[in-house]
C-alpha cells in the first residue's frame, strides 16, 4: 500500500551505502521498513475488523467500517472517520482500513485490544448514541458531538474513573481519562 503522511521513512545513516529505512507507526514507534511484514498486518486487521462487533462504525452504528482511529481503537464509517480527521491528532489518530495505508504492528494489536465493544465501555457509547445529531445536521454539531465523546469524554463510564483515596481520607476523583493498554514503543 501507498504510505501515509505519518509513514514516510527516516533515513538513518545517511552516509552509509547501506541505508536503513526507519519508519514510524501513528502510535510512536519506529520499525525497520525491511523488518515489518505489512501483508501480515493487514491480515491480522482485517481479521479484527471482520469481527461482528467491529463490523458497524463505533460512532453513529453504520454498517461497514473502512476508517479506524488507531489511539483510541475503534473502527468507523467514512463519514465518521472524517470526524475523527477534524478533531485533530491530540485527540484521534485516524488510518484508513482499505489498502490504503500501511498498518504496523503495534497498530494492529492496539484494534484487537480495544476495538469497538471495548470501546463502548470505556467511551459511552451507547450513552451517546442517545446524543446523535440527526443525519442532516451541521457540520459543527456533528463534531461537538465527537468532542463531547472522545474529547472530553460526556458519557465515559463511571466504572472507568479512576478513584484515588488521599492521606485526608476523603475520595477525590484523580481523572477520568480510562487506562488504555500500553503499547510497547521498544525504547
Known amino acids: 500500500g501507498k504510505p501515509s503522511q505519518r509513514d514516510k521513512p527516516i533515513m538513518k545513516g545517511q552516509k552509509c551505502k547501506n541505508k536503513v529505512e526507519m519508519w514510524t507507526s501513528k502510535l510512536g514507534r519506529t520499525y525497520r521498513k525491511d523488518e515489518v511484514d505489512f501483508d501480515a498486518a493487514k491480515a491480522e486487521l482485517d481479521a479484527v475488523r471482520n469481527l461482528p462487533e467491529n463490523r458497524r462504525c463505533a460512532d453513529c452504528g453504520t454498517r461497514g467500517t473502512v476508517w479506524s482511529s ?21 485527540v484521534s489518530k485516524p488510518k484508513g482500513c482499505t489498502g490504503t495505508y500501511l498498518w504496523y504492528p503495534d497498530e494492529v494489536q492496539r484494534m484487537k485490544e480495544i476495538g469497538n465493544a471495548r470501546a463502548e465501555r470505556i467511551y459511552g457509547s ?13 457540520h459543527g454539531r456533528w463534531l461537538e458531538f465527537f468532542r463531547d465523546k472522545y474529547e472530553r469524554r460526556r458519557w465515559a463510564e463511571t466504572a472507568e474513573v479512576r478513584m484515588k483515596v488521599p492521606e ?20
Open 70 to 90: 488507531v489511539n483510541l481503537g475503534v473502527f468507523t464509517c467514512m463519514r465518521c472517520g472524517s470526524f475523527h480527521r477534524a478533531l485533530g491528532t491530540h
Open 126 to 138: 451507547s450513552k451517546a448514541m442517545e446524543s446523535l445529531p440527526p443525519s442532516d445536521a451541521s
Open 168 to 187: 485526608n481520607g476523603s475520595k477525590k476523583c484523580v481523572g477520568t481519562t480510562p487506562r488504555l493498554p500500553k503499547v510497547a514503543t521498544g525504547d
